[in-house]
T-cell receptor, first 112, second 111 residues
Framework: DQQVKQNSPSLSVQEGRISILNCDYTNSMFDYFLWYKKYPAEGPTFLISISSIKDKNEDGRFTVFLNKSAKHLSLHIVPSQPGDSAVYFCAASAHNTDKLIFGTGTRLQVFP | NAGVTQTPKFQVLKTGQSMTLQCAQDMNHEYMSWYRQDPGMGLRLIHYSVGAGITDQGEVPNGYNVSRSTTEDFPLRLLSAAPSQTSVYFC??????????FGQGTRLTVV
């Protein structure tokens, strides 16, 4: 049973526009959420996180939004750049378990 | 600062062989974990550890063993390799309740 879901396997966006990546979760105990970026043949690298006590967190071009009632989070990238082309994973953990559970990933392609 | 180091980077095994994937971190993190990445399946948690001497199962533990005798090392053992274990394996470490840092991965093929 997939606890963290990314329903869009791929997304294509023009350079300069906004990229919106979505993630849904089912476990109401999750209270910490993260986004990772992964290039081919490399390990995932951390992008941005959000605690369940917040509904928004910004870091430069990256903003994560959390809607707890809908069990939904999204990552906004503005403006999108060709170097943002990668696979993006969302992840979630619950304070009492230490397990970090990942989604299936969304491949973002930013074209000129 | 090396971070999380995985060895080997590539490995080919025959069905039934055993092997150990090595993972070491130099950040004194309590929490370490192993994931496998398969097409369309994302990163799935195999085993994890919250400190030396403490390990627990993740989402897909069958066919794998782990132990944590030191804070730095968290090896993953394949007892009898099967083609279904062909995958890319990632080790990660993190302080509790913060982001995880990943190694570069081990690409394993079982023939």
């Amino acid at each position: 049973d997939q606890q963290v879901k990314q329903n869009s396997p791929s997304l294509s966006v023009q350079e300069g526009r906004i990229s919106i990546l979505n993630c849904d979760y089912t476990n109401s105990m999750f209270d910490y959420f993260l986004w990772y970026k992964k290039y081919p043949a490399e390990g995932p690298t951390f992008l941005i996180s959000i605690s369940s006590i917040k509904d928004k967190n910004e870091d430069g071009r990256f903003t994560v939004f959390l809607n707890k009632s809908a069990k939904h989070l999204s990552l906004h990238i503005v403006p999108s750049q060709p170097g943002d082309s990668a696979v993006y994973f969302c992840a979630a953990s619950a304070h009492n378990t230490d397990k970090l559970i990942f989604g299936t990933g969304t491949r973002l392609q930013v074209f000129p | 600062n090396a971070g999380v180091t995985q060895t080997p980077k590539f490995q080919v095994l025959k069905t039934g062989q055993s092997m150990t994937l090595q993972c070491a971190q130099d950040m004194n993190h309590e929490y370490m974990s192993w994931y496998r990445q398969d097409p369309g399946m994302g990163l799935r948690l195999i085993h994890y550890s919250v400190g030396a001497g403490i390990t627990d199962q993740g989402e897909v533990p069958n066919g794998y063993n782990v132990s944590r005798s030191t804070t730095e090392d968290f090896p993953l053992r394949l007892l009898s390799a099967a083609p279904s274990q062909t995958s890319v394996y990632f080790c990660a470490s993190r302080p509790r309740y913060t982001e995880a840092f990943f190694g570069q991965g081990t690409r394993l093929t079982v023939v």
